[in-house]
């Protein structure tokens, strides 16, 4: 018997014999990235130890956060405290969302950091960026989080099948005469040559409400299915939209019945796939008819240099994107990706030096990013990346999620000089006017849950077209009315006016 | 029922007459609905093998289908391309389950054994203590902190078993079969006979209440097969001790977050997405999931069916 009780004692302590502590003189930094795919990543961290041992003073160790992981590891490691984690990404988007976590006190506040160790990060990124980081926190007006410099802008646009236009006798000029309630004959004419079974219109009904309503998302809003609208001036960003500064309720605008009522049409004629008005499917079927190339115009979400990106060279048709409206910098896509110090760590000031350099200096960008030449990637004889797809496979963060991407050398597939336009396309970037603006929802935080829910039941087969908006519309609008939509509006509206006021 | 009341009209052979016995037309429609039971049960299974082994076209065409346009082993030929990353969250799984449920049952036996002995003086408070985290648990982020700076529970196997090596329920399961199905008298005459406590419960307890030990065993082995949560939020850096749930759950999650946020995420939304493992290699991997289970079920469902009918005491 004691032999047994013994054995399980041993077995215990070997289990609970925690991780071994490894001897140096540098301390250890960690950090948490979004959106990963990444399973070895040896080769590299030991070539950015060697290199940033001196710089920084500091090894650094990488937690490779997935898609669906982030979120729930995040709001944790925050929560709970936990100084193993020293810089997290956050944004506008995340559960760890930049401005409420920022207020909570989650995030150490770096103006002071910035004034030391700093000089060079100013210098990398422009000014615009640090001003849209700078927000009211835990201690005071301040720079929360490093800013990446990505495609700060939004921009959608009608992903065109350049290809099947062309075969069925049109140009892409006929698409933009017509506009999005004219092209019934178009969509016709694809039916009838391609099949019935064939759906010409590939929408992401979110997307296209906003493009054909020319509304935007509102920072603090309801995160999936937005509630409010902010109308933009289609053709001079900068300027103030049809209803001025105001916040609306995006389901009750003449412009929300209007494209409905057209999608509806579409629907009812057989142009979209009933697939994408489900939201279990929808993403998959649009994935899909985007990899056949099976659909003659779509929706996305643009970013400079899509055109030239793997997925959609592999469609292997002409595809062109046309913009709906000049990019615009708005306060979400201005807080798309950032990288902030967790108020616990025990070493902010290495964390910081880290992520300066990480955002200055090309040589740490493209090592932690693209990974080691030789290994991952090779430089062809113009000087520009081609990756290695085995080693690559084993390592691709989020390109994005990293910092500031215009210190990454060109690809192959982008061409040389895509950089270098990419900076230029995103410098001279519009803002809106109400930019800067972050809706604070926690006193309507109860209501926004029952809205959502309510919207989550009615937007997507509405802005699909799936349902009759005659009947299914004024519905929507008393359901919404019953949990409290003229309160949420109230306070959203409250708020930006005192933005604005200031 | 059916068997005590005939109809009138139908003859009884001699000798073929049993209390115990169903009438044809009963036993039929008992097989019927077994039949169809099993069916739904099996049905759902069979249909993961044919999304498994469809081809991604016809998948992308027709979407999950009885009859796929075309069939392919690519699911599976990706599977072993993944190589390391499947056989070794694989073993993981297995060794997880098998220590997992080793050290659980002896837990839940040896204290829900002093509960059951009505003459251990403080049964009361630990009967308390173990039921009252059944109704208050401490939350997720409390949990967190105690689990990773208290116990050092992170990035090593005795995060993903640690957790869940205690549970109330299982504790509670198994002291109320030790009370059904061990009689007081019986420890009493073991004790009178000469035997000491750890004798008595090996020799004489442990192997009356082998059923209900099957049982815990299969209740927690299912657990700790299927557990990937504690994956999530303890395994940071050291992926290579991650159980093959996860791998799984972690691409489902994947494409959900991606399909959720698209709209916020713009181009890049797309391109991660089209980087997401096909339909048919995620049901290859729910295939390699499931058999596993599958083959030890037959070898506890002995010993539960055993518990329904035997006894220390007949009668």
């Known amino acids: 018997m004691k032999k047994f009780l013994a054995l399980i004692l041993t077995l215990a302590m070997v289990l609970a014999a925690c991780s071994f502590a490894v001897a140096d003189d540098l301390p250890t930094i960690t950090i948490m990235f979004h959106g990963s795919n990444v399973s070895d990543d040896s080769a590299v961290l030991e070539k950015v130890n060697e290199y940033i041992a001196d710089k920084v003073g500091a090894k650094l160790e990488v937690i490779w956060g997935t898609w669906g992981d982030f979120d729930e590891k995040a709001v944790n490691v925050l929560t709970s405290g936990d100084k193993d984690v020293d810089m997290v990404f956050t944004c506008s988007w995340s559960a760890d969302e930049y401005n409420s976590y920022a207020k909570k006190g989650y995030f150490l506040k770096l103006d002071d950091l910035i004034e030391a160790y700093g000089a060079d990060l100013k210098a990398a990124i422009p000014e615009s960026l640090m001003q849209a980081a700078t927000i009211e926190g835990a201690e005071g007006k301040g720079i929360y989080a490093v800013n990446g410099f990505k495609d700060t802008a939004t921009q959608n646009t009608w992903d065109v099948n350049v290809t099947l236009l062309n075969e069925l006798g049109y140009t892409v000029d006929d698409l933009k005469a017509k506009g999005f309630f004219g092209w019934d004959e178009i969509f016709a004419k694809a039916k009838e040559v391609k099949g019935d079974s064939f759906y010409p219109f590939l929408v992401e009904p979110m997307v296209a409400e906003r493009m054909v309503t020319n509304s935007i998302i509102v920072a603090g809003d309801a995160g999936s299915t937005n509630l409010l609208s902010l109308y933009l001036n289609p053709d001079d960003v900068s300027k103030d939209g049809a209803y001025g500064n105001k916040l609306l309720n995006k389901f009750a605008t003449p412009e929300y019945k209007a494209f409905v009522d057209q999608m509806h049409k579409y629907y009812e004629a057989g142009y979209i796939d009933p697939a994408l008005s489900v939201a279990e499917t929808s993403n998959d079927a649009r994935t899909n008819h985007q990899k056949d190339a099976s659909y003659l115009i779509g929706t996305q979400s643009y970013a400079f240099g899509y055109e030239f990106s793997a997925d959609v060279l592999a469609r292997g048709v002409e595809v062109q994107f046309v913009p709906c409206t000049t990019p615009y910098v708005d306060t979400t896509a201005s807080q798309g990706a950032m990288m902030a110090i967790n108020s616990a760590s025990e070493h902010p000031e290495e964390s910081f030096k880290f992520l300066a350099l990480l955002n200055s200096d090309p040589v740490l960008m493209t090592l932690m990013n693209y990974g080691v030449e030789g290994i991952h990637y090779t430089l062809n004889d113009d000087g520009l990346v081609v990756f290695n797809d085995d080693a690559r496979a084993t390592y691709s963060p989020w390109t994005n999620g990293m910092g500031n991407v215009t210190i990454l050398p060109d690809t192959a597939s982008e061409g040389a000089g895509f950089r270098k336009s990419f900076q230029e396309y995103y410098a001279g970037a519009l803002g809106i006017p109400s930019l800067g603006f972050v809706f604070d929802n926690s006193p309507v935080e109860n209501e926004m849950a029952a809205l959502g829910n309510v919207a989550a039941q009615y937007a997507l087969a509405l802005d699909c077209g799936a349902v009759d908006p005659e009947t299914e519309l004024p519905a929507f609008l008393a359901a919404l009315d019953a949990a409290g939509m003229q309160t949420y509006l109230d306070a959203a509206n409250a708020q930006l006016d005192a933005y604005l006021a200031k | 029922m059916t068997a005590i009341t005939p109809p009138a009209r139908k003859k ?177 005459a073991a004790t009178i006979d000469g035997s000491g406590e750890y004798s008595t419960l090996l020799r004489i307890v442990l192997p009356v209440v082998k059923p209900g030990i099957a049982t815990i065993a299969l209740l927690v082995s299912l657990a700790y097969w299927n557990e990937w949560f504690l994956s999530l939020l303890y395994l940071n850096k050291n992926m290579s001790i991650m159980p093959l749930q996860y791998l799984l759950m972690r691409m489902q999650r994947n494409a959900d977050f991606l399909a959720k946020n698209s709209s916020m995420l713009g181009a890049d939304a797309s391109k991660a997405a089209a980087q997401l493992p096909s339909q048919s290699l995620k049901m290859a991997l729910v295939v390699f999931i499931v058999i596993p289970i599958a083959c030890a079920y037959p070898f506890f469902q002995r010993y539960v069916i055993a518990g329904l009918t035997i006894g220390s005491v007949k009668g």
């Open chain 2, 12 to 188: 009884i052979k001699a000798g073929s007459f049993s209390l115990n016995r169903f009438s044809t037309r009963t036993q039929a429609l008992f097989h019927v609905i077994l039949l169809l039971f099993s069916l739904l049960c099996i049905i759902p299974f069979i249909f993961v093998i044919i999304i498994a082994f469809s081809s991604e076209d016809s998948i992308r065409q027709i979407g999950y289908s009885f009859t796929p346009i075309s069939w392919s082993t690519d699911a599976f030929a990706y599977t072993f391309k993944l190589g390391n990353a499947l056989w070794r969250s694989y073993l993981n799984s297995f060794l997880i389950t098998i220590v997992g449920t080793v050290l659980s049952v002896a837990m839940t036996v040896l204290y829900a054994y002093p509960l059951y002995r009505r003459d251990y003086k403080y049964r009361k408070f630990f009967n308390f203590l173990s039921f009252f985290t059944m109704i208050f648990g401490g939350g997720l982020v409390p949990t967190y902190v105690i689990c990773k700076s208290v116990l050092g529970l992170s990035d090593n196997y005795a995060a993903l078993i640690v957790p869940m090596l205690f549970s109330p329920f299982n504790v509670i399961i198994m002291r109320t079969f030790l009370q059904t199905t061990v009689p007081p008298e019986l420890i009493e």
